[in-house]
Nanobody
Framework: QVQLVESGGGLVQPGGSLRLSCAVSGSMFSNYRMRWYRQTPGKQRELVAAITSGGSTYYADSVKGRFTISRDNAKNTVYLQMNSLKPEDTAVYSC???????????WGQGTQVTVSS
Protein backbone atom coordinates (compact mmCIF):
# COMPACT_ATOMS: atom_id res chain seq x y z
CA GLN A 1 0.00 0.00 0.00
CA VAL A 2 1.40 3.35 -1.03
CA GLN A 3 1.41 5.93 1.74
CA LEU A 4 1.65 9.69 1.40
CA VAL A 5 2.54 11.83 4.40
CA GLU A 6 2.24 15.60 4.22
CA SER A 7 4.01 18.02 6.53
CA GLY A 8 4.80 21.71 6.78
CA GLY A 9 1.38 23.22 7.31
CA GLY A 10 0.62 25.75 9.99
CA LEU A 11 -0.36 29.31 10.81
CA VAL A 12 1.31 32.13 8.88
CA GLN A 13 0.67 35.84 8.51
CA PRO A 14 -0.45 37.31 5.18
CA GLY A 15 2.56 37.81 2.96
CA GLY A 16 4.44 34.99 4.62
CA SER A 17 5.74 31.71 3.25
CA LEU A 18 5.40 28.01 3.95
CA ARG A 19 6.83 24.92 2.33
CA LEU A 20 4.73 21.78 2.27
CA SER A 21 6.33 18.38 1.84
CA CYS A 22 4.77 15.08 0.84
CA ALA A 23 6.78 11.92 1.36
CA VAL A 24 5.69 8.91 -0.68
CA SER A 25 6.45 5.30 0.20
CA GLY A 26 7.55 2.63 -2.24
CA SER A 27 9.78 2.44 -5.26
CA MET A 28 7.52 3.89 -7.94
CA PHE A 29 7.64 7.56 -6.99
CA SER A 30 9.51 8.69 -10.08
CA ASN A 31 6.66 7.30 -12.21
CA TYR A 32 3.90 9.21 -10.46
CA ARG A 33 2.28 12.40 -11.54
CA MET A 34 2.15 14.40 -8.32
CA ARG A 35 -0.50 16.96 -7.45
CA TRP A 36 -1.38 19.29 -4.62
CA TYR A 37 -5.06 19.98 -3.96
CA ARG A 38 -6.72 22.21 -1.41
CA GLN A 39 -10.18 22.31 0.07
CA THR A 40 -12.13 24.57 2.40
CA PRO A 41 -15.48 23.71 4.01
CA GLY A 42 -18.37 24.14 1.61
CA LYS A 43 -16.13 24.51 -1.44
CA GLN A 44 -15.11 22.11 -4.16
CA ARG A 45 -11.62 20.65 -3.96
CA GLU A 46 -9.26 22.70 -6.09
CA LEU A 47 -6.19 21.51 -7.99
CA VAL A 48 -3.43 23.90 -6.96
CA ALA A 49 -0.34 22.54 -8.72
CA ALA A 50 0.92 19.45 -10.48
CA ILE A 51 4.20 18.04 -11.69
CA THR A 52 4.72 15.18 -14.11
CA SER A 53 7.35 12.49 -13.89
CA GLY A 54 9.28 14.46 -16.48
CA GLY A 55 9.13 17.68 -14.46
CA SER A 56 6.48 19.61 -16.38
CA THR A 57 4.39 21.76 -14.09
CA TYR A 58 0.89 23.17 -13.89
CA TYR A 59 -0.47 25.90 -11.63
CA ALA A 60 -3.94 27.19 -10.94
CA ASP A 61 -4.33 30.82 -11.96
CA SER A 62 -4.94 31.76 -8.34
CA VAL A 63 -1.43 30.70 -7.29
CA LYS A 64 0.68 31.38 -10.40
CA GLY A 65 3.76 33.38 -9.57
CA ARG A 66 3.42 32.67 -5.84
CA PHE A 67 3.59 28.87 -5.50
CA THR A 68 6.23 26.49 -6.83
CA ILE A 69 5.91 22.73 -7.05
CA SER A 70 9.02 20.57 -7.22
CA ARG A 71 10.02 16.97 -6.69
CA ASP A 72 13.07 15.10 -5.45
CA ASN A 73 12.96 11.57 -6.82
CA ALA A 74 15.93 10.53 -4.69
CA LYS A 75 13.93 11.39 -1.57
CA ASN A 76 10.50 10.26 -2.83
CA THR A 77 9.21 13.70 -1.94
CA VAL A 78 7.21 16.44 -3.61
CA TYR A 79 7.22 20.00 -2.33
CA LEU A 80 4.97 23.01 -2.56
CA GLN A 81 6.72 26.30 -1.84
CA MET A 82 4.08 28.91 -1.04
CA ASN A 83 5.08 32.58 -1.00
CA SER A 84 3.11 35.81 -0.63
CA LEU A 85 0.36 33.89 1.11
CA LYS A 86 -3.11 35.39 1.29
CA PRO A 87 -6.02 34.68 3.65
CA GLU A 88 -7.84 33.04 0.73
CA ASP A 89 -5.06 30.42 0.58
CA THR A 90 -6.35 29.04 3.90
CA ALA A 91 -7.35 25.42 3.35
CA VAL A 92 -6.48 21.81 3.96
CA TYR A 93 -3.79 20.92 1.44
CA SER A 94 -3.60 17.33 0.26
CA CYS A 95 -1.02 15.51 -1.77
CA UNK A 96 -2.03 13.12 -4.57
CA UNK A 97 -0.03 10.59 -6.55
CA UNK A 98 -1.39 9.38 -9.85
CA UNK A 99 0.05 6.41 -11.72
CA UNK A 100 -1.23 6.67 -15.28
CA UNK A 101 -0.33 3.12 -16.37
CA UNK A 102 -2.72 1.66 -13.79
CA UNK A 103 -5.02 4.66 -13.51
CA UNK A 104 -4.75 4.65 -9.72
CA UNK A 105 -4.72 7.49 -7.24
CA UNK A 106 -3.15 7.65 -3.81
CA TRP A 107 -3.90 10.36 -1.25
CA GLY A 108 -2.32 11.80 1.84
CA GLN A 109 -4.25 12.78 4.94
CA GLY A 110 -3.91 16.51 4.38
CA THR A 111 -2.27 19.36 6.26
CA GLN A 112 -3.93 22.56 7.43
CA VAL A 113 -2.65 25.90 6.18
CA THR A 114 -4.07 28.99 7.86
CA VAL A 115 -3.17 32.48 6.68
CA SER A 116 -4.26 35.04 9.22
CA SER A 117 -2.98 38.03 11.13
Amino acid sequence: QVQLVESGGGLVQPGGSLRLSCAVSGSMFSNYRMRWYRQTPGKQRELVAAITSGGSTYYADSVKGRFTISRDNAKNTVYLQMNSLKPEDTAVYSCNAFYASWSVDYWGQGTQVTVSS
